[in-house]
């Protein structure tokens, strides 16, 4: 798989990320995924090692100059350091919260609020080690519990679903597909999310959510934003509900 390149200096790269692809295996998964102790299919950074022999430099194994993540059927936006330094001063980015990061949802149900913003704790769910769990503000919270906040605003409305632009103050694990179940509204094709009564469009076959721009700093100064178009089997969804 040929994975496309939005752009690229001496410090990093943005890629286009496909759906269906895992960023990285972490090492205790890698390690039951097959009776040979590795994955049956490659992951992003295992394409990105081939063409890119020199990330094994950069970071550690298993997310060799990955600054931060996306769901293996989430698409977009990606950014990638190709040089130490350039980890380190990305990721202080992310962890000063200097990046704007945009996504499309397409989320079930109609969203009455033209924007709104949601703030609750987001943690492992003691019932689900592969979700995180909301806690209401009312809630008592366990300590690993973190900060979440996410804000949203309605682009368009459709019978039984809502498409919206969803932009993070935090990256936290599934945090956009977390707060959007959690005010009942959850991603469209979202299985570990999505309620059992849950619509889904016909011939969407994985969560309708794309990381659609990414705005940093790079490490020569520059500020720069990177964009992605909505992916056709997106985009074809939304031409079938119109």
Do not use: W
């Not at 286009?16 to 102790?37: L, R, W």
């Not at 059992?196 to 309708?208: A, E, H, I, N, W």
């Amino acid at each position: 798989m040929d994975v496309p390149v939005l752009y690229e200096d001496n410090d990093c790269m943005v890629v286009d990320k496909p759906a269906g692809i895992t960023v990285f295996q972490e090492t205790n998964t890698k390690k039951s995924a097959s009776p040979a102790g590795r994955q049956d299919t490659k992951t992003l950074i295992d394409l990105l090692l081939e063409k890119y022999p020199a990330l094994k430099s950069v970071g550690e194994d298993p997310r060799y100059g990955m600054v931060h993540r996306l769901d293996k059927d989430t698409s977009g936006v990606l950014l990638v350091a190709k040089r130490p330094e350039a980890l380190i001063f990305l990721q202080k980015q992310f962890k000063n919260r200097g990046v704007e990061k945009k996504y499309l949802a397409l989320a079930t149900g109609v969203v009455r609020e033209d924007s709104e913003t949601i703030e609750a704790l987001l943690g492992r769910s003691p019932q689900d080690p592969r979700k995180q769990k909301v806690y209401k503000a009312t809630e008592p919270a366990p300590e690993r519990a973190r900060e979440a906040v996410t804000h949203y605003k309605v682009l368009q409305r459709f019978a039984t679903y809502t498409l919206l632009e969803v932009t993070m103050e935090t990256g936290r694990r599934h945090q956009v597909r977390a707060h959007l179940a959690f005010i009942h509204h959850p991603i469209a094709g979202d299985a570990l999310y999505g309620f059992k009564d849950s619509p889904k469009p016909k011939g969407l076959t994985r969560q309708f959510l794309h990381a659609t721009s990414l705005k940093i700093q790079l490490p020569d100064g520059q500020t720069k934003e990177f964009k992605s178009e909505l992916p056709e089997d997106l985009q074809n969804i939304l031409n079938n509900l119109t």
